[in-house]
């Protein structure tokens, strides 16, 4: 901090001081003061422009941390039958995510995710299963990375596994609408 600062500081305490005890405003003072103070150091005897203590500060930026767990449900039935690796799929966020009592991500926001892997039901009792990688969310306008794979499995079917049929498949994997599960804020991000 420079000289001028603790001048302006100084002279700015001095004008407060010298007021009667009456109700003074502190704004009003602080600025009062620093303007004389400015006149002063500038030798004018004119008060310079005064910064208001609004413009001097700017509003601090708030974040939310990576790994932050965000809960969303499938708007629609997912199947490992019909999807394919790369297929894009949207949910919804089913609980707000806060951070400090601010709610960052409301209830309702979307989400999406992608197929990342896909094998349907085979022979001999294998079940099918889809993975599906967290892509973003997106709320009040600003978009969140997310992270994470999950991971849905059809039931198998072990006795058909156990005696080595043909004729017997596994189920395929299904995600039913409304089904909850849990991703994660990739990286820190501001809000």
Same mark, same amino acid.
């Given at each position: 901090?420079?000289?001028?600062?603790?001048?302006?500081? =100084? *002279?700015?305490? &001095?004008?407060?001081? @010298?007021? +009667?005890?009456?109700?003074?405003?502190?704004?009003? /003072?602080?600025a #009062?003061?620093?303007a004389?103070?400015? =006149? *002063?150091?500038? &030798?004018?005897?004119? @008060?310079? +422009?005064?910064?208001?203590?609004?413009?001097?500060? /700017?509003p601090? #930026?708030r974040?939310?941390?990576?790994?932050?767990?965000?809960?969303?449900?499938?708007?629609q039935?997912?199947s490992?039958?019909?999807?394919k690796v790369?297929?894009?799929?949207?949910?919804?966020?089913?609980?707000d995510?806060?951070?400090?009592?601010?709610?960052?991500?409301?209830?309702?926001?979307?989400?999406?995710?992608?197929?990342?892997?896909?094998?349907?039901?085979?022979?001999?009792?294998?079940?099918?299963?889809?993975?599906?990688?967290?892509?973003?969310?997106?709320?009040?306008?600003?978009?969140?990375?997310?992270?994470?794979?999950?991971?849905?499995?059809?039931?198998?079917?072990?006795?058909?596994?156990?005696?080595?049929?043909?004729?017997?498949?596994?189920?395929?994997?299904?995600?039913?609408?409304?089904?909850?599960?849990?991703a994660?804020?990739?990286?820190?991000?501001?809000?």
């Amino acid at each position: 901090m420079s000289f001028a600062y603790f001048a302006l500081a =100084a *002279a700015a305490a &001095g004008q407060v001081a @010298a007021q +009667p005890a009456t109700h003074v405003d502190p704004e009003q /003072a602080r600025a #009062a003061g620093v303007a004389q103070a400015q =006149a *002063a150091l500038s &030798g004018s005897g004119q @008060a310079a +422009p005064v910064a208001s203590a609004t413009q001097l500060t /700017a509003p601090q #930026a708030r974040f939310i941390a990576a790994g932050t767990q965000v809960s969303v449900a499938a708007l629609q039935e997912i199947s490992s039958k019909h999807v394919k690796v790369g297929d894009h799929y949207q949910f919804t966020v089913v609980s707000d995510v806060t951070d400090n009592g601010v709610v960052v991500i409301p209830r309702g926001s979307m989400a999406t995710g992608t197929i990342s892997m896909q094998t349907g039901r085979a022979i001999g009792g294998k079940s099918g299963k889809f993975d599906i990688s967290w892509d973003k969310v997106e709320a009040n306008g600003v978009t969140f990375p997310l992270m994470g794979t999950y991971r849905q499995e059809g039931k198998g079917n072990t006795v058909g596994a156990l005696l080595g049929s043909i004729l017997i498949s596994g189920r395929s994997a299904v995600m039913l609408p409304g089904q909850v599960v849990t991703a994660m804020i990739k990286e820190k991000t501001a809000y």
